[in-house]
């Protein structure tokens, strides 16, 4: 994973099975801050080596607040966003076709992508509801 495809806030994997929030990201390096049931600590790794991205599921989708929409087909689960224009199709195979106003304009396969994307759409951050 490198540094340029992350934002602030992204969650990503650490080393250990932790999940992290990216804090800071600069040219050599990414911070981020551990979030366990211990609490918190504060990591970096160099040049983003030593963290990997997190694969889209069901339970990240929920943690986002997306609802899970009753007419979805195909083999597929349509989640809906709090944003009622976008909506993504979790497939079994790890790639996710999402879709603004009825079309598919990407696919994405991890946590940091839809973050992404959903500010890029948006203008606002996709954060956890607890």
């Given at each position: 994973m490198i540094a340029q495809d992350l934002r602030l806030g992204?969650?990503?994997?650490?080393?250990t099975t932790?999940?992290?929030?990216?804090?800071?990201i600069s040219y050599d390096d990414v911070s981020g801050i551990r979030f366990h049931s211990e609490g918190s600590t504060s990591s970096t790794w160099s040049g983003g080596k030593g963290i990997e991205p997190v694969e889209?599921?069901?339970?990240?989708?929920?943690?986002?607040?997306?609802?899970?929409?009753?007419?979805?087909?195909?083999?597929?689960?349509?989640?809906?966003?709090?944003?009622?224009?976008l909506t993504i199709n979790l497939h079994s195979d790890g790639e996710h076709p999402v879709f603004f106003e009825g079309n598919c304009i990407t696919w994405v396969m991890f946590v940091h992508?839809?973050?992404?994307?959903?500010?890029v759409l948006t203008g606002e951050e996709l954060t956890m509801q607890l």
């Open positions: 992204n969650i990503v994997k650490g080393i932790d999940y992290c929030k990216v804090y800071s889209l599921t069901e339970d990240w989708l929920i943690k986002f607040g997306l609802s899970k929409d009753e007419a979805s087909s195909n083999g597929s689960v349509r989640y809906n966003f709090r944003y009622q224009r992508q839809l973050q992404n994307l959903y500010f």
